[in-house]
């Protein structure tokens, strides 16, 4: 993480953050790009990096001083790629459904809950 950002900078912007793209429907896009509705068009693949969210941002008006606080606030709240901020921020999206509906009809039983011990 970048020294410029602590924890408390962090959790003062998260909310506004978060506010500020919901409102450009970020990641309603960035869903639509990993897993367009209609099928229509490819889905973009992950480069373990921000590469989709940033030309999102750069698209969406975003400047590169707003788009670096962006890329911590959304490694703060877990997503360190354009996937993971799909699965681990954004509070819906089609990608996360998927990815869930293919492991309930799976065979094998999510490991997880078998592990825990009471
Ligand atoms: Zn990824």
């Given at each position: 993480m970048n020294e410029d950002y602590d924890e408390e900078l962090l959790t003062d912007i998260t909310p506004d953050v978060l506010r500020v793209?919901?409102?450009?429907?970020?990641?309603?896009?960035l869903d639509d790009l990993f897993c367009p509705a209609d099928?229509?068009?490819?889905?973009?693949?992950?480069h373990g990096n921000f590469q989709s969210s940033?030309?999102?941002l750069v698209d969406l008006?975003?400047?590169?001083?707003?788009?670096?606080?962006?890329?911590?606030?959304?490694?703060?709240?877990g997503g360190c790629?354009?996937?993971?901020?799909?699965?681990?921020?954004?509070?819906?999206?089609?990608?996360?459904?998927?990815?869930?509906?293919?492991?309930?009809s799976g065979s094998a039983a999510p490991a997880k809950d078998s592990q825990m011990n009471s």
């Open positions: 793209l919901n409102n450009h429907s970020f990641f309603a896009r099928g229509s068009s490819p889905a973009a693949v992950c940033t030309a999102l008006g975003f400047e590169a001083a707003p788009i670096a606080d962006v890329h911590e606030v959304l490694h703060y709240l790629c354009d996937c993971e901020v799909l699965y681990n921020v954004a509070e819906e999206s089609r990608l996360k459904a998927k990815y869930w509906r293919a492991r309930a």
